[in-house]
T-cell receptor, first 112, second 115 residues
Framework: GAGVSQSPSNKVTEKGKDVELRCDPISGHTALYWYRQRLGQGLEFLIYFQGNSAPDKSGLPSDRFSAERTGESVSTLTIQRTQQEDSAVYLC??????????FGDGTRLSIL | AQSVTQLGSHVSVSEGALVLLRCNYSSSVPPYLFWYVQYPNQGLQLLLKYTTGATLVKGINGFEAEFKKSETSFHLTKPSAHMSDAAEYFCAVTLVDTGRRALTFGSGTRLQVQP
């Protein structure tokens, strides 16, 4: 597609369950970012992938959060043993070279 | 490290009035600065960016922003508000081109446009 695609668009799950969020970046974009947006707040950086380099995981809030990326394509963000404070919109962005980041529409995660 | 402060979590203007959304940043080296807009249930859309060169930057939808190093500011303006401008606006900073580094965002300003 032309833009960054994220799925699912909405996810409701029970506390303690694991969830997996998916991001399809724009084709050819070497960099991929995950951000978290809590209600009424700005975006918090979670993790960044650049090509085949080791990812920058400095924003992950706990070891329950992890992410993978296959080459320069799809990425999945996994949250294990979800807690209510994990409820947020999770946004993915991709970019290439000197260009700004392009954002997907996000996954709205609700933990019951 | 860098940070961004957006003064005013909510701004309300009348249709046709001037829009001014404030953004101040701090960084140890010259920054790259961005404004993004977010409509309900959507991702972020880039309005404009400043990297180097001309300090007055023009973006989409009639918005512009001026980088003022002496004031560490990058305020967003639009001469005449339109109802469709109602959205949340985020200022963001990075120290290198955003192809290689994550953005640091302000907490956002929600713009209301009254008829």
């Amino acid at each position: 597609g032309a833009g960054v695609s994220q799925s699912p668009s909405n996810k409701v799950t029970e506390k303690g369950k694991d969830v997996e969020l998916r991001c399809d970046p724009i084709s050819g974009h070497t960099a991929l970012y995950w951000y978290r947006q809590r209600l009424g707040q700005g975006l918090e950086f979670l993790i960044y992938f650049q090509g085949n380099s080791a990812p920058d995981k400095s924003g992950l809030p706990s070891d329950r959060f992890s992410a993978e990326r296959t080459g320069e394509s799809v990425s999945t963000l996994t949250i294990q043993r979800t807690q209510q404070e994990d409820s947020a919109v999770y946004l993915c962005a991709s970019s290439n070279s000197n260009q700004p980041q392009h954002f997907g529409d996000g996954t709205r995660l609700s933990i019951l | 490290a860098q940070s961004v402060t957006q003064l005013g979590s909510h701004v309300s203007v009348s249709e046709g009035a001037l829009v001014l959304l404030r953004c101040n940043y701090s960084s140890s080296v010259p920054p790259y600065l961005f404004w993004y807009v977010q409509y309900p249930n959507q991702g972020l859309q880039l309005l404009l960016k400043y990297t180097t060169g001309a300090t007055l930057v023009k973006g989409i939808n009639g918005f512009e922003a001026e980088f003022k190093k002496s004031e560490t500011s990058f305020h967003l303006t639009k001469p005449s508000a339109h109802m469709s401008d109602a959205a949340e606006y985020f200022c963001a900073v990075t120290l290198v081109d955003t192809g290689r580094r994550a953005l640091t965002f302000g907490s956002g300003t929600r713009l209301q446009v009254q008829p």
